[in-house]
T-cell receptor
């Protein structure tokens, strides 16, 4: 599989500030990374697909101007939550595509997540 | 399929017993399925996968069964251990013109009783 890290693991910020979350693929060059958010006791909701060297593809209902994604290299994607508000408090998780045990690159390997709390 | 719920289904199992976690998926065209385990405060961890041309796949203590007729996926864990306590998600993958679309189920919380 792929090894994925995220930084920071925890962030607390004031309402109105911007927060940047980094996602790194440590052992795999990822042309595509994925960003999810997860509210307590709920499933993962795909926010956007991050494409290296091009614009991210956002899911319906996700504001691209609020959740800025930059995928400048094959190992790093960043998610910036701009003008954060308390309702943005959530668990943000990134993933990269990699080989599963059945072959193919459809398997996603996840980072440890970043918990954001907006006061 | 993709669902958002306020309350995760919970399965309580005695340590040493076998666990069966079920998942209904939504798209009959999905061609690849994955089970993930998510411990509290962590990202999902890959457990096992299966392609649509198979109906059973076994790993270490885990077995995935796929019934395409009723769009049903299950994860069987043998000799459940306390460390298996987590939330388990199934995911279905659809390959559409080279674009991968992954959809997660709502998850099932497994509680192992020592």
């Amino acid at each position: 599989g792929a090894v994925v890290s995220q930084h920071p693991s925890w962030v607390i910020c004031k309402s109105g500030t911007s927060v940047k979350i980094e996602c790194r693929s440590l052992d795999f060059q990822a042309t595509t990374m994925f960003w999810y958010r997860q509210f307590p006791k709920q499933s993962l909701m795909l926010m956007a697909t991050s494409n290296e060297g091009s614009k991210a593809t956002y899911e319906q209902g996700v504001e691209k101007d609020k959740f800025l994604i930059n995928h400048a290299s094959l190992t790093l994607s960043t998610l910036t939550v701009t003008s954060a508000h308390p309702e943005d408090s959530s668990f943000y998780i990134c993933s990269v595509g990699g080989f599963g045990t059945s072959g193919g690159l459809e398997t996603q390997y996840f980072g440890p997540g970043t918990r954001l709390l907006v006061l | 399929g993709e669902s958002v719920g306020l309350h995760l289904p919970t399965l309580s199992v005695q340590e040493g017993d076998n666990s069966i976690i079920n998942c209904a998926y939504s798209n009959s065209a999905s061609d690849y399925f994955i089970w993930y385990k998510q411990e509290s405060g962590k990202g999902p961890q890959f457990i096992i996968d299966i392609r649509s041309n198979m109906d059973k796949r076994q790993g270490q203590r885990v077995t995935v069964l796929l019934n395409k007729t009723v769009k049903h996926l299950s994860l069987q864990i043998a000799a459940t251990q306390p460390g298996d306590s987590a939330v388990y998600f199934c995911a279905e993958n659809l390959n559409s013109g080279g674009y991968q679309k992954v959809t997660f189920g709502i998850g099932t919380k497994l509680q192992v009783i020592p």
